[in-house]
């Protein structure tokens, strides 16, 4: 635990423009970031007298080791500012809301030549407009209904692309929930406009489109066309019943986020509930933990820093009105950053009487309820977490606590495909976040311990690299990837490489993402899948980059017991320890996301194609001809020159094609590639 006065900075130093400043810990992560109307005046605040801060701010200055500051312009860039950082860094020390539960929002995939009705989770993505969040069952009703009225497409792509090369739509096809734009019943421009029509129903114009189904009903009855007014009543029907599961709440112009929160002196929980229309169109909620001394309105501003600053980037539509329980710190900012974010004006209001201050009564009782189930959901989690770590810690005689562990595992079938796993446990919860897949080739895959030997080079020499900032340059301008950086990206693993650090005196780009977490932050103990051997082999590999404070534990698999470096005899745990039970947890799902990578390396290695035979023709060119052609049958059939024209196959190659088919004959050359860990048939 440092000392503050040991990186005070002298108060002549630190300007006192408006600014945002930044506590580093002795590992230069960042874990607090803040900002100030006075630069001066906030941070010697911390350092004055810091035996008389509150405990949580005391923890914070203690755990520090330094502070760097950034001076800007205006209080509103310094609230974009520490909103891009805090959306950086994840600060250990600053309030982040968490969903209480992943909630499912309906989405159109408009980015899409074909737009694409499905439910999703998660992060959201660009050229997707969402609806929702709604319950997962209230959802997939909803979606069946509509798909009624609006039938746009909602297969997946392989299911798309193979009622295409067939010339057969699937089932919904068939009975009428989609158009088919597969075989071209309908063409792309009126499949864009059906999915435009169910947008704007779901935006809040129903009335609009009830209106002109039951004209059309009319007319039908009037040209005694009794069986197109049955099918258009039917869809007027489903119309309203979707329409009418929303009970009507305030006016019908209002377009209000109503945001209401319940909190005591260690966590706080907030409910939203999204009006659009005057009707509820659905409800989130958040659980946070109050790491930093913040009073309510403190609590609201962090709120809609992340809920709107997410909102934005996944282009979701901001609404009109704000109704919030208090007022928040720097109303005046935040309202200008939300006008901007939304192009147009936004007001935070705090609802005094009427029908918004009753909806935020009903929303308040619900945040009241949430951090109730909350606490009682915990209250065994974190009982047994701690016991967990706190008997491993014990056990294995660690001076330091386990706030983080990562765990390695090996997998392959007789020496091929070799591949490795790297799970991520903080305070006793996985980290999914910082999972990582290795693959291991050359003399690496000889056998387990040197594979094992491998990994742990290959990642503590990339954290050494980062954390003594001797990372070559070309792989932080990203023309040269580091080979584990693009392995990582190959394996879909790692978005991007970071780029290199802002300059301090410079406001960020609020509208470039910020670069994934590498492998900056060391864990306390290193758990390996194995004995002796293997426990040997991890540890030979941090002694050999002299990294000396990380441990290193090996759990074997046949009586579950513990092993420790150049020891020869194993540490057994009780059956009925938290702390093995956390081990072989953390065991399992290292040996669960290997297999996992494992099979989808044998997948593809496994893949046999009539076109392997031709010299020259890679996987990338056997796709073109695919794409081009439609089938392997296509391929046997075209000519020399008929195969020249599909994108990157020339003459030469060409005639190889014609020639192979040529010399395997007929019957060989229609053949079907398929799978053969599967069995599914890959072109036919």
């Excluded at 949580?56 to 520490?82: C, D, I, P, R």
């Excluded at 990578?597 to 997948?603: E, P, S, T, Y």
């Amino acid at each position: 635990m440092a000392n503050p006065a040991s990186y005070r900075p002298q108060t002549g130093e630190i300007p006192t423009n408006p600014g945002v400043y930044r506590f580093r810990d002795p590992n230069g992560r960042v874990i607090y970031v803040g900002k100030a109307k006075s630069l001066r005046s906030r941070l010697n605040s911390y350092f004055a007298n810091p035996a008389g801060l509150l405990p949580k701010t005391y923890a914070m200055v203690h755990a520090a080791s330094s502070v760097e500051w950034t001076v800007v312009g205006s209080e509103l860039e310094s609230l974009q500012l520490e909103y891009t950082w805090i959306k950086e860094f994840k600060p250990r020390y600053n309030v982040v809301f968490r969903d209480d539960k992943t909630y499912p929002y309906l989405a159109v995939t408009m980015g899409e030549k074909y737009p694409r009705v499905q439910v999703m989770r998660g992060d959201r993505r660009k050229g997707t407009r969402y609806f929702g969040p709604y319950t997962a069952g209230a959802i997939r009703e909803t979606m069946d209904t509509l798909l009624r009225v609006f039938p746009v497409r909602s297969c997946s792509a392989g299911v798309f692309k193979r009622a295409e090369a067939s010339g057969r739509p699937c089932l919904l096809g068939y009975i009428d929930k989609c158009s088919a734009p597969c075989v071209k019943r309908i063409s792309a421009e009126d499949h864009r406009a059906l999915a435009d029509d169910f947008c704007a129903f779901m935006g809040g114009e129903a009335k609009r489109f009830i209106a002109k189904l039951e004209k059309q009903m009319a007319e039908a009855v009037a040209e005694l066309n009794y069986e197109r007014a049955a099918r258009l009543r039917d869809d007027i029907t489903a119309l309203r019943k979707v329409f009418e599961r929303n009970a009507v709440v305030l006016a019908e112009d209002t377009d209000a986020d109503v945001f209401a929160l319940h909190e005591d002196e260690l966590e706080a929980a907030v409910q939203v509930f999204h009006v659009r229309g005057g009707r509820v169109r659905g409800q989130r909620g958040w659980v946070v933990e109050k790491v930093e001394d913040s009073t309510t309105p403190d609590l609201v501003e962090h709120l809609l820093q992340q809920v709107y600053g997410e909102e934005a980037q996944s282009h979701g539509r901001l609404p009109r009105e704000v109704l919030v329980p208090v007022a928040p710190s720097n109303a005046a900012e935040l309202t200008q950053w939300l006008g901007g974010l939304r192009g147009a004006k936004v007001d935070i209001r705090v609802p005094q009487r009427g029908d918004k201050a009753a909806l935020m009564s009903t929303v308040r009782e619900n945040a009241e309820h949430a951090l109730k189930l909350h606490k009682t959901r915990r209250a065994g989690d974190l009982t047994v977490r701690s016991q967990a770590l706190q008997e491993l810690q014990e056990a294995l005689d660690l001076p330091v606590p386990l706030l983080r562990i990562e765990c390695y595992d090996v997998s392959h079938v007789q020496g091929t495909n070799v591949v490795a796993s790297m799970v991520v446990v903080e305070d006793g919860l996985p980290k999914k976040s910082d999972y990582r897949k290795f693959s291991i080739t050359g003399a690496a895959a000889t056998d387990d311990t040197a594979a094992m030997h491998d990994v742990l080079t290959r990642r503590f020499r990339y954290y050494l690299q980062d954390k003594s900032g001797q990372l070559d340059e070309t792989v932080l301008s990203g023309q040269e990837p580091d080979p584990l950086e693009q392995e990582l990206q190959e394996a879909g693993q790692l978005d991007a490489v970071a780029q290199a650090p802002a300059r301090e005196d410079t406001l960020l780009d609020t509208t470039t993402p910020a670069p994934r977490g590498r492998f900056a932050y060391p864990p306390n103990l290193v758990v390996v899948d194995g004995g002796k051997p293997q426990v040997n082999a991890a540890a030979r590999a941090l002694a050999d980059l002299g990294v000396d404070d990380v441990y290193v534990v090996g759990l074997a698999k046949r009586l579950e017991e513990v092993w420790l470096p150049d020891s020869d005899f194993p540490v057994i745990l009780p059956r009925t320890s938290q702390g093995l039970y956390l081990l072989q947890r953390i065991r399992d799902e290292a040996h669960r996301f290997a297999i996992s990578f494992h099979r989808q390396k044998r997948g593809k290695a496994m893949t046999v194609s009539a076109l392997d035979g031709v010299p020259g023709l890679g996987e990338s060119k056997r796709k073109a001809l695919l794409a081009h052609f439609g089938s392997i049958k296509g391929v046997k059939a075209a000519s020399a020159v008929e195969l020249s024209e599909a994108k990157g196959i020339g003459p030469a190659l060409a005639s190889a094609i014609v020639n192979h088919f040529s010399a395997t004959g007929p019957e060989a050359a229609t053949v079907p590639a398929i799978n053969m860990t599967t069995g599914e048939v890959i072109e036919t």
